[in-house]
């Protein structure tokens, strides 16, 4: 997923900021820019997203801003390519341990705590990469790997490993991640983002 427009780049930041607060107004983004490693590390990842494909600023700024999200990452513990396809929305609860392979797919309204892992499999020398729909909430210590589908609306629990598609509305705990309920996600994705 490419961001090519600054009216793209917008919506995409709103709808992150949302998810923290609730709200979108420039004292907020200042705010939250400061106070949650999360959003402050989104942010960063979003710029470079922009401005790494702009034809003069991905040699002015989007260096800058790789460095920014470099140190972040190193500094929270986050692994997360500029260019993953990641939907508005994108909301990280915890600090530390968080590794999204580059080729991932995430919907909007994704949450996704501590220790969670989204990688590949190989089998046959193929890569595997898993694709994760809308309003999704990983719980911390959670591994998500291979050709697997996660529906919609998805709550997966602590710890569980996911190497299985996943129907919507599904609630998944365990190792190997099984369905316990299809009580859905519930209020585990606060402040979705409509639009």
């Given at each position: 997923?490419?961001?090519?427009?600054?009216?793209?780049?917008?919506?995409?930041?709103?709808?992150?900021?949302?998810?923290?607060?609730?709200?979108?107004?420039?004292?907020?983004?200042?705010?939250?820019?400061?106070?949650?490693?999360?959003?402050?590390?989104?942010?960063?990842?979003?710029?470079?997203?922009?401005?790494?494909?702009?034809?003069?600023?991905?040699?002015?700024?989007?260096?800058?801003?790789?460095?920014?999200?470099?140190?972040?990452?190193?500094?929270?513990?986050?692994?997360?390519?500029?260019?993953?396809?990641?939907?508005?929305?994108?909301?990280?609860?915890?600090?530390?341990?968080?590794?999204?392979?580059?080729?991932?797919?995430?919907?909007?309204?994704?949450?996704?705590?501590?220790?969670?892992?989204?990688?590949?499999?190989?089998?046959?020398?193929?890569?595997?990469?898993?694709?994760?729909?809308?309003?999704?909430?990983?719980?911390?210590?959670?591994?998500?790997?291979?050709?697997?589908?996660?529906?919609?609306?998805?709550?997966?629990?602590?710890?569980?490993?996911?190497?299985?598609?996943v129907p919507d509305n599904a609630v998944v705990a365990g190792v190997p991640?099984?369905?316990?309920?299809?009580?859905?996600?519930?209020?585990?994705?606060?402040?979705?983002?409509?639009?």
């Amino acid at each position: 997923m490419v961001i090519k427009s600054r009216e793209m780049l917008r919506e995409y930041i709103r709808a992150d900021l949302f998810r923290y607060c609730g709200k979108t107004d420039k004292k907020s983004l200042r705010k939250f820019k400061k106070k949650s490693a999360g959003f402050r590390f989104t942010y960063y990842m979003r710029m470079c997203n922009y401005y790494r494909n702009r034809r003069i600023l991905k040699y002015i700024i989007f260096p800058f801003y790789k460095i920014k999200k470099n140190r972040a990452g190193i500094k929270f513990g986050y692994d997360i390519y500029e260019l993953t396809d990641i939907g508005k929305g994108f909301h990280i609860a915890h600090m530390s341990g968080i590794v999204i392979h580059k080729d991932a797919v995430l919907g909007e309204n994704v949450s996704i705590s501590h220790c969670v892992t989204i990688g590949q499999t190989i089998k046959k020398g193929e890569i595997h990469i898993p694709v994760i729909r809308n309003n999704v909430y990983i719980a911390p210590g959670a591994k998500v790997i291979g050709d697997i589908r996660v529906g919609n609306f998805v709550a997966i629990g602590a710890n569980a490993v996911v190497t299985k598609d996943v129907p919507d509305n599904a609630v998944v705990a365990g190792v190997p991640a099984k369905v316990l309920s299809f009580n859905g996600v519930g209020e585990y994705v606060i402040n979705p983002y409509i639009g």
